[in-house]
């Protein structure tokens, strides 16, 4: 029933050693989003994807980037963690990018930077 | 800017009770207000959407009023229960910004037996 999953949940990595975050999705949505979110702090948007079309957000880091290889699969991929990017990572999808299309959000993974 | 604030940032009631949950914003201009539920550790859901028309919305215990005119919304829980317990977000959706959302900084409620 799962509609969008996130894996891993947790993940530790070390400061400077790259990672990736995995996201698949059910709906067969067009656009897929991802989002970090530090504690008690709303979600941000780092980029997303609509079908192949990458957009990235102008302030993120270009630290921070993202593969979709097809419909159902996103990655985002951290090249050089620092202690800063130490968050909860959300991804989203949306049927289109309309004004009422819902952003279904998957349960995150939270990452820790040792 | 275009920013959404909520109040309280944070509060606790007991079970069974009543609480709203307040909501303003200065997006604009402005296309729909959502109300999102997020558990500790989980991602958002979303609980209500709101166009510029529509003055109240209910899912079951939850119901969103919109005022279009002040730019404010409030989220009343009724008859609280513990899985209550939870963030609740605002997010309003920028027309003009490719539809770009955003968040409210959230109010984190906890609901006590």
């Known amino acids: 029933d799962a509609m969008v999953i996130q894996n891993p949940r947790y993940q530790v990595t070390q400061f400077g050693k790259p990672v990736t975050l995995s996201c698949s999705q059910t709906l067969n949505h067009n656009v897929m989003y991802w989002y970090q979110q530090k504690s008690s702090q709303a979600p941000k948007l780092l980029f997303h994807y609509y079908d192949k079309d990458f957009n990235n957000e102008a302030d993120t880091p270009d630290n921070f980037q993202s593969r979709r290889p097809n419909t159902s699969f996103c990655f985002l991929d951290i090249r050089s963690p620092g202690l800063g990017d130490a968050a909860m990572y959300l991804c989203?999808?949306?049927?289109?990018?309309?004004?009422?299309?819902?952003?279904?959000f998957g349960p995150g993974t939270r990452l820790t930077v040792l | 800017k275009n920013q959404v604030e909520q109040s309280p940032q944070s509060l606790i009631i007991l079970e069974g009770k009543n609480c709203t949950l307040q909501c303003n914003y200065t997006v604009s201009p402005f296309s729909n207000l959502r109300w999102y539920k997020q558990d500790t550790g989980r991602g958002p859901v979303s609980l209500t959407i709101m166009t510029f028309s529509e003055n109240t919305k209910s899912n079951g215990r939850y119901t969103a009023t919109l005022d279009a005119d002040t730019k404010q919304s409030s989220l009343h829980i009724t008859a609280s229960q513990l899985s209550d317990s939870a963030s609740y977000i605002c997010v309003v959706t920028n027309k003009a910004a490719g539809n770009k959302l955003t968040f409210g900084g959230g109010t984190r409620v906890l609901v006590k037996p």
């Open positions: 989203a999808t949306s049927r289109d990018r309309g004004a009422t299309d819902t952003q279904y």
